[in-house]
């Protein structure tokens, strides 16, 4: 029988034992990397990667990239920098970024993200961009949306990442309204406005840590002037001569994307507001060069496609303030609608912008091509040649908290090829019909276009474009 000090002598290491498993637990609870995402830069060997630990990450932290091409084998490490501490509504999480610079062209890497005294995430992997001005060997893929929440949306999420298991995508881009997160504020839901953030961004890591997320914003980021959005999602703007996060250009596979926020001018009322679209502001001096730019290119023959996306449709046919239809001469949608849109829609066309892809609207709508309310090639909708204007893809039904139960004007405009509204045709179920974007390139001259209803993988509509 052991005596009482015998006794004592066993539990003090087995107490120290316990305490030091319990520190460990606590430590990676509180420093576990979570809301992990890609970006891409204006440079090809470049993948920015970011994500995000609780608030009260310990100053010591100090955030880590590993990455290599082999999973057993992470030989190289690249630290990274934290955004400034800030608060909207609640303190934000800690938001790391690292850049990793000088990758391989088309080739697949593993990496991990965390910190080498916290510890670090599982094993996650993303393919780097092809050859300069090359589609590549399975031409270029990418999945689009706007307007996504945390309700009605695991369909899509589930959906988009069978895309991306399955190598069908090089990259997602969200047309601005990510989370919704501001919605749960004004309805006093009793949630952390953090919080629902935190849980969007978890919830698309299996599509966001695989392959780069690109976004713009929506009127939903506008909460504590965008702060959210500025600091979350850091995408290339440095690189194409912005000045803000809120709009910004880059290539990739011959196609040059420009991304424009359609939001700040509808808030702030000084008329050069840098985020403006209109004459003389910033914004769009900003984008009538990169119009330019990409014009010239195309010309000769440096890239075959630019595609523009922004929140907001410039075109759209339900019967609801956000497409102009009824009573809206008094609100922010009129200022969009009569005195924005005239100024990038004269300026797309001018520089031969093949495509402007939004959201905003709860619903899907494809334009045939189109230019000052006059449709072009009108026909064959699953068959575009040789397009005389530029083409509106609306997909703003992945599925969130709003309403989305939106009838159509009658009778459907010339303009519009088909609309798909995102509840069911009895307007019984919401967002029965959710969905997503998907264009595969394949060459200087042939283009295809699907969207998938994600709750059955349903093909809705598709067309070919030849040019």
């Known amino acids: 029988v052991k005596s009482p000090s015998q006794i004592d002598r066993v539990r003090k290491p087995m107490k120290s034992v316990l305490l030091l498993v319990i520190f460990f637990n606590l430590g990676w609870a509180l420093y576990h990397p979570d809301q992990i995402r890609l970006a891409w830069t204006e440079n090809i060997g470049d993948m920015m990667i970011t994500w995000n630990t609780v ?41 790391h970024h690292v850049l990793l610079k000088g990758l391989k062209e088309a080739t697949t890497y593993y990496y991990c993200v965390g910190s080498e005294k916290y510890g670090f995430s599982k094993i996650f992997t993303f393919e780097t961009q092809p050859t300069k001005n090359t589609y590549g060997s399975k031409g270029f893929r ?67 840590a695989r392959v780069p997320y690109m976004t713009t914003p929506g009127n939903h980021e506008r909460l504590c002037d965008f702060a959210d959005y500025k600091a979350r999602n850091l995408m290339p703007y440095k690189t ?31 008329p050069h507001h840098e ?49 102009c239809w009824g009573e809206c001469e008094s609100n922010d949608y009129h200022l969009w609608k009569n005195k924005i849109t005239e100024n990038i829609e004269e300026v797309f066309h001018e520089h031969g912008v093949d495509f402007y892809l939004c959201g905003h609207t709860h619903t899907y709508e494809r334009t045939w091509p189109v230019y000052k309310n006059k449709a072009f090639n009108t026909g064959n909708r699953h068959s575009i040649e040789k397009p005389q204007a530029m083409m ?44 997503f974007g998907y264009f595969q390139f394949f060459n200087a001259s042939c283009a295809r276009f699907e969207y998938y209803k994600a709750r059955t993988g349903e093909l809705l509509d598709e067309f070919w474009l030849t040019k």
């Open 275 to 323: 985020e403006y679209l209109d004459h003389a502001s910033p914004q769009y001096e900003w984008l009538v060069k990169e119009l330019k730019q990409a014009s010239e290119m195309k010309a000769n023959g440096e890239i075959d496609w630019i595609i523009a996306y922004g929140h907001r449709p410039m075109y759209c046919s339900f019967k609801w303030s956000g497409c």
């Open 240 to 270: 194409s001569d912005s000045k803000t996060p809120m709009y910004y250009s880059f290539q990739t596979h011959r196609v040059y994307f420009i991304g424009i926020s359609t939001e700040q001018h509808l808030q702030d009322p000084n």
């Open 392 to 435: 509106e893809i609306m997909a703003g039904a992945p599925g969130d908290m709003e309403d989305g139960n939106l009838k159509f004007i009658d009778p459907q405009p010339a303009w519009s090829t088909l609309r798909i509204s995102s509840w069911n045709e009895a307007h019984t179920i919401p967002f029965e019909n959710a969905g």
């Open 55 to 95: 608030n009260t990450t310990a100053n010591d932290y100090v955030g880590v990239v590993k990455y290599g091409t082999s999973s057993s084998e992470l030989a190289t490490s690249a630290p990274g920098f934290n955004e400034p501490s800030y608060t909207c509504f609640n303190k934000a999480p800690i938001i």
């Open 142 to 208: 990418f999945g689009f949306y706007g307007d996504m929440g945390i309700d009605y949306s695991n369909f899509t999420i589930n959906r988009v990442a069978e895309f991306v298991d399955a190598g069908k995508l090089d990259a997602v881009f969200h047309i601005g309204d990510i989370s919704y997160a501001d919605d749960r504020v004004h309805e006093n839901k009793g949630t952390s406005y953090q919080d629902i953030l935190n849980k969007f961004y978890n919830m698309i890591e299996p599509i966001s």
